[in-house]
């Protein structure tokens, strides 16, 4: 019998390798997003606009004007 993971399942058990380990399963899947199809990279792009777009209706204080993010994020490299 064949039984499956979930995400979060998984998650917690890759957490439990040693650091050399996950840092070769991060290669490996981040190799595996580089031979996808320009149909699943779109697929996989609307679906993250989506979840931010989602994150923002739920609260829209998360985010800001570009101009001020930018202007923030300089002074704080000016700092």
């Known amino acids: 019998m064949i039984s499956f993971m979930s995400t979060e399942d998984l998650e ?35 679906a993250e606009a989506e979840r931010r777009d989602i994150a923002w209706d739920a609260n829209p204080s998360i985010g800001g004007p570009a101009d001020d993010v930018l202007r923030d994020a300089r002074a704080r490299l000016d700092a």
């Open 12 to 46: 917690a058990e890759a957490l439990k390798l040693t650091p050399r380990e996950r840092a070769r399963l991060a290669e490996r899947l981040l190799q595996s997003l580089e031979n996808l199809s320009d149909e699943e990279n779109a697929g996989l792009w609307a």
